[in-house]
């Protein structure tokens, strides 16, 4: 882990957007720090998201890291205290650099759920893609629920058009204001989202008032 190699160096890390529960007691030697929180507040979105839409029968598609996989952990927990049954809850925990996600597409549709959780990055477009292919996509009538890691524009950039219509999703957005918004946009004005940008101020900030502090 980087993370690792970053104290045995005895450097400061400072992440404005890491959010894998994994860290919040590790030997880190009082050198990690972030302003973004954990996906336990994030499953508890998710899942409070999924069971409002009245799902009974859910499916969990996450990919193999700690991100996924914590995420995919707290989120059945979660559903598990809303209501929802274990045995009616599925969770596949898949491989992100797969060439194929057909067999994965296909155990969700052996189960047949109302809903479906997608907890992934970029592979999410192959995923959704195949996931239409077997009538279970989104625009197929499936309520399919995504996270910070793939509901951006990217997503939408890689799936034909219309695929993603009716998905909804979870993602970690800090009220910054209009006039945060437009400083940023006149550093980039290509900006197309503004995740964790305000993170990434504090994060920046905070660690210059440090260094000026330690001198």
């Known amino acids: ?5 970053i104290v045995s160096a005895g450097v400061v890390q400072f ?19 972030r302003t973004a929180p954990t996906d336990v507040l994030q499953a508890q979105a ?5 069971a409002e839409d009245g799902a009974q029968r859910v499916s969990i598609l996450a990919l193999n890291d700690p991100y996924g996989t914590g995420l995919a952990e707290n989120t059945v927990t979660n559903l598990v205290d809303a209501g929802i049954p274990e045995d009616q809850i599925q969770k596949i925990i898949y491989d992100p650099n ?5 067999a994965e ?8 759920p109302d809903a479906v959780a997608l907890i992934g990055f970029e592979e999410s477009a192959k995923i959704i893609t195949r996931m239409h292919e077997v009538g279970i996509g989104p625009s197929d009538g499936m309520a399919v629920f995504g996270v910070d890691g793939n509901m951006g524009n ?14 909804a999703g979870t993602t970690p957005l800090t009220d910054t204001g209009e006039e945060f918004q437009q400083r940023l946009l006149g550093v980039d004005p290509g900006l197309i989202d503004f995740n964790y940008a305000g993170e990434s101020y504090d ?5 210059a008032l440090a ?5």
Do not use: H, W
């Open 105 to 112: 597409v296909d155990q969700v549709a052996n189960f047949a």
């Open 98 to 102: 797969a060439q194929s996600f057909n």
């Open 15 to 33: 992440s404005p957007a890491n959010t894998s529960d994994q860290f919040v007691c590790y030997a880190d030697r009082g050198l990690y720090f």
């Open 1 to 5: 882990k980087v993370i690792d190699k």
């Open 203 to 207: 994060a920046v900030i905070v660690s």
């Open 211 to 215: 260094a000026e502090q330690a001198g």
């Open 154 to 167: 990217a997503l939408g950039e890689n799936v034909a058009e219309g695929l993603l219509d009716g998905m």
């Open 46 to 50: 998710l899942a409070q998201l999924i």
